[in-house]
């Protein structure tokens, strides 16, 4: 971690975390892992190297902190500045063909009807009402070359274009204090982010990919882009987007995977 990263979580501090900490993992581990583990010291560089571990891992500690996920969300939420820029890329190394992914095959990926689909919005929200594909592509559009990360062992580069959430967000009169934005996709997928990573500066409402109508098997007809976080964070063929206090969970976070899914 570098010693000028925003600090953005409130009533917290780093002599807290690392105590939690200290706390959970003595809990979780065996007595004998348990004393190798606290007598080399457990310093606040040392659990950020940690929570960065893939959760694919099989180590002892590793599993200790899979399990206690949800602190790990909140020492993520913590080292993530709220305006941290994940790295973009040229043109030239966009991954090509860029992977497809999802719980199913491509070929049933869902068809999605571009004239009759209207983007619903519900929730901590004044304006509720729904929008069809012609009112989003008129909106003014931004594109961004990041790495897309998958916790199943690949990544690849791709060119995303749409409209900055947070503009969306502001222009529906979404409540910005609230917790959670969840969604729900065309293809039975659900997922849900925090409200700092919903207003970041990269994460986009992505309507197209490389330059084109974004195509079915990357989510017509729109999915959330966002190069802080993980794969299976954004989601593809939303048809909803919710503002709330109340945790959404997710289709892989409910089958424990990481809530916060940092990248
Ligand atoms: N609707 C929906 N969104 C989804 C998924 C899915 O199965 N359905 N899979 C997630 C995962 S695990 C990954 S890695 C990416 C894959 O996106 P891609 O097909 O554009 O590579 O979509 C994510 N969003
Ligand atoms: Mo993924």
Redesign the pocket.
Same mark, same amino acid.
């Given at each position: 971690m570098k010693k000028d990263s925003k600090i953005i979580m409130p009533g917290a501090d780093a002599d807290d975390i690392v105590k939690e900490a200290q706390g959970l993992i003595a809990r979780q581990l065996d007595a004998s892992s348990r004393r190798n583990f606290l007598r080399q010291g457990l310093t606040l560089g040392g659990m950020a190297m940690l929570t960065g571990c893939d959760i694919s891992d099989n180590t002892s500690v590793d599993k200790a902190l899979v399990s206690i996920s949800g602190f790990n969300d909140r020492v993520q939420a913590w080292l993530f500045g709220a305006n941290r820029l994940a790295p973009e890329y040229a043109e030239s190394m966009i991954t090509r063909p860029?992977?497809?992914?999802?719980?199913?095959s491509e070929e049933d990926a869902p068809e999605v009807d571009p004239l009759s689909y209207r983007l619903q919005v519900a929730g901590k929200v004044l304006d509720k009402s729904t929008w069809s594909l012609a009112q989003l592509y008129q909106m003014a559009q931004v594109s961004q070359i990041t790495r @897309?990360i +998958?916790?199943?062992g690949w990544s690849?580069i791709?060119k995303w274009g749409g409209i900055p959430f947070s503009q969306f967000l502001k222009l529906v009169g979404a409540d910005l204090s609230a917790k959670y934005v969840s969604f729900k +996709?065309?293809?039975d997928?659900y997922t849900s982010i925090d409200m700092a990573t919903a207003l970041h500066p990269q994460t986009l409402l992505a309507l197209t990919y490389d330059g084109q109508i974004l195509p079915r098997?990357?989510?017509f007809p729109m999915?959330l882009r966002m190069p802080t976080k993980l794969?299976?964070k954004?989601?593809? @063929?939303i048809k909803l987007i919710e503002i709330t206090n109340a945790y959404p969970g997710g289709?892989?976070e409910d089958q424990g995977y990481n809530w916060f899914g940092g990248s």
């Open positions: 860029f992977p497809f992914n999802a719980f199913y @897309h +998958c916790v199943e690849a791709g +996709c065309a293809d997928y098997k990357y989510g999915k794969g299976y954004n989601p593809k @063929h289709y892989w």
